[in-house]
């Protein structure tokens, strides 16, 4: 039995070889980095709504342990009886990043302020324990 091997022609090219594991992890670690990016993004610096709250500055610090932020709360009057007495209030805890707006806070409690504010969807350790942000402040009679 007589076995032929076929003859390579030697014009035609070998087939390149073709990297395709190599692109489809590039592709995957890319979309991925996108993907964290996006959220990361969406969910500590989104703004969801921002607006202004009246009321008690009753408390304002800087406290943390590794991250010294700014916090603080306001008294917010909802119901107030005959003799102008508040009779039911909610708190409203704010955070701040801004060393000015801090100062001015600090120097007002005690007072009737409004504040703006911007609610981001999540609390990030590095800005404080709210998602509320107070930007500005006025002082009120």
Same mark, same amino acid.
């Given at each position: 039995?007589?076995?032929?091997?076929?003859?390579? +022609?030697?014009?035609?090219?070998?087939?390149? $070889?073709?990297?395709?594991?190599?692109?489809? &992890? &590039?592709?995957?670690?890319? !979309?991925?980095?996108?993907? /964290? #990016?996006?959220?990361?993004?969406?969910? =500590?610096?989104?703004? =969801?709504?921002?607006? +202004?709250?009246?009321?008690?500055?009753?408390? #304002?610090?800087?406290?943390?342990?590794? #991250?010294?932020?700014?916090?603080?709360?306001?008294? &917010?009057?909802?119901? $107030?009886? *005959?003799? +102008?007495?508040?009779? @039911?209030?909610?708190?409203?805890?704010?955070?701040?990043?801004?060393?000015?707006? @801090?100062?001015?806070?600090? *120097? &007002?409690?005690?007072?009737? /302020?409004? !504040?703006? =504010?911007?609610? $981001?969807?999540?609390? @990030? #350790?590095?800005?404080?324990?709210?998602?509320?942000?107070?930007?500005? !402040?006025?002082?009120?009679?």
């Amino acid at each position: 039995m007589k076995v032929r091997f076929m003859e390579s +022609n030697s014009t035609t090219p070998l087939p390149r $070889k073709r990297r395709t594991g190599t692109r489809i &992890l &590039l592709i995957t670690l890319l !979309v991925l980095f996108f993907g /964290i #990016f996006v959220f990361v993004w969406w969910r =500590y610096y989104y703004t =969801y709504s921002d607006g +202004n709250r009246f009321g008690l500055l009753q408390k #304002f610090s800087r406290r943390g342990a590794m #991250f010294k932020t700014y916090e603080g709360e306001i008294i &917010l009057s909802s119901v $107030k009886g *005959n003799t +102008n007495v508040t009779i @039911a209030s909610e708190k409203f805890f704010f955070s701040v990043t801004d060393e000015g707006v @801090a100062q001015q806070l600090n *120097n &007002l409690q005690g007072h009737n /302020i409004t !504040v703006h =504010y911007q609610e $981001k969807n999540s609390a @990030a #350790f590095w800005r404080g324990d709210s998602p509320y942000i107070v930007d500005s !402040v006025k002082v009120e009679p």
